[in-house]
């Protein structure tokens, strides 16, 4: 049973991954209008990726006899000057998203509630593998400068080897 505090934390949680999949889904918008079409998939899958974990949390939820409560999701930023100032806006978004999963961790220690701190931490994980695939893009868009052509060539070629494990936590760099 989750508690009255846990169940509102993780309502508005819920409501954060699905503003995660609409600020992701602008960004890829934004890539598409800048004619980086690799880039623009990146950022969709990531938006899917985003609305699964929005959608993970509301089954559990349910199934741990919480009640559902969305809430409003702001607009995100729809302006953004470089491909490296979208991604160093990921890496720092994907940060805070951390800072929230670690809060919810201690709400459920602190209710001594063990389901849900067992269902958190695949939430924690997924974290350490977002965290480090931002990170990543950062240093290659860092690395690419003004090549814009040569940095989309190099995220195709990771998108190719991460393509059978996605899903699974793929690093982009891995
Ligand atoms: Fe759902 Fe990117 O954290």
Known sequence: MLSASMNEKLNAQITREFYSSYLYRQMASCLDQMGLSVLEQF?????????????????????????????????????YESVLAICE??????????????????????????????????????????????ADLVQLAKLAGSDLLALEDRVEKILAKRAPALGEGAQLGG
């Open 43 to 79: 950022f969709l899958d990531q938006a899917d990726e985003e609305r699964m974990h929005a959608v993970k949390l509301i089954d559990y939820v349910q199934k741990a006899g919480g009640k559902l409560a969305l809430g409003a999701i702001e607009a995100p930023p729809a302006e």
């Open 89 to 134: 806006a990921t890496l720092a978004h994907e940060r805070q998203v951390t800072k929230h999963i670690h809060a919810l961790v201690a709400q459920a220690e602190e209710d001594k509630d063990y389901s849900t701190r067992s269902y958190l931490q695949w939430y924690i994980d997924e974290q350490v593998e977002e965290e480090a695939s931002f």
